[in-house]
T-cell receptor, first 110, second 114 residues
Framework: KNEVEQSPQNLTAQEGEFITINCSYS?????LHWLQQHPGGGIVSLFM???GKKKHGRLIATINIQEKHSSLHITASHPRDSAVYIC????????????FGTGTRLQVFP | GAVVSQHPSRVICKSGTSVKIECRSL??????MFWYRQFPKQSLMLMAT?????????EQGVEKDKFLINHASLTLSTLTVTSAHPEDSSFYIC??????????FGPGTRLTVL
């Protein structure tokens, strides 16, 4: 069974700060998802990556397959970035099934 | 990017009634859709995998007679919570898979059973 751990669980930051959220998993995967969940509950897929690095606006996601670790970075953070960030990986026995981390709750203050 | 919609976004019902939630992929076809449930401050938990034209696959502990899933077309899956009770109150989220390793999530449906 693939285990997913995220850190930190909670994170507060001042507007403009650089944010890093980490995700580790235990079993080799084909791809990892980073998701954003706003207080209203809706989920947005931010990235799906299988190697290297991806960038979208102020968001950067990196993954190290050998170390089974991924990071999500937010540059020049803004209060509207406040949300729960979740990483998810395919299950080891059933790759259709995503295993979700418990999420990192980010609050960015002005 | 790809869009998945859910309807309704919020529903309040009386105990004992049935509630249907729709999940639609708006600009792509999805042979596979997933239904998740999320209780407050917890991770999403997969309830079932919905395959177009065949029976859904339910996760252990999820009652298939209580949570009826119908994937009638390549763009629509429905989840019906039958004889809902207060403990079924939760946030239900669907996702659709246009290709392997890609999932797009719906905005979720908040169900409150009184």
């Amino acid at each position: 069974k693939n285990e997913v751990e995220q850190s930190p669980q909670n994170l507060t930051a001042q507007e403009g700060e650089f944010i890093t959220i980490n995700c580790s998993y235990s079993v080799g995967i084909s791809a990892l998802h980073w998701l954003q969940q706003h207080p209203g509950g809706g989920i947005v897929s931010l990235f799906m990556l299988s190697s290297g690095k991806k960038k979208h606006g102020r968001l950067i996601a990196t993954i190290n397959i050998q170390e089974k670790h991924s990071s999500l970075h937010i540059t020049a953070s803004h209060p509207r970035d406040s949300a729960v960030y979740i990483c998810a990986v395919p299950g080891s026995y059933n790759t259709d099934k995503l295993i979700f981390g418990t999420g990192t709750r980010l609050q960015v203050f002005p | 990017g790809a869009v998945v919609s859910q309807h309704p976004s919020r529903v309040i019902c009386k105990s004992g009634t049935s509630v249907k939630i729709e999940c639609r992929s708006l600009d792509f076809q999805a042979t596979t859709m997933f239904w998740y449930r999320q209780f407050p401050k917890q991770s999403l938990m997969l309830m079932a995998t919905s395959n177009e034209g065949s029976k859904a696959t339910y996760e252990q502990g999820v009652e298939k007679d209580k949570f009826l899933i119908n994937h009638a077309s390549l763009t629509l899956s429905t989840l019906t919570v039958t004889s809902a009770h207060p403990e079924d109150s939760s946030f239900y989220i669907c996702s659709a898979r246009p290709s392997e390793d890609t999932q797009y999530f719906g905005p979720g449906t908040r169900l409150t059973v009184l």
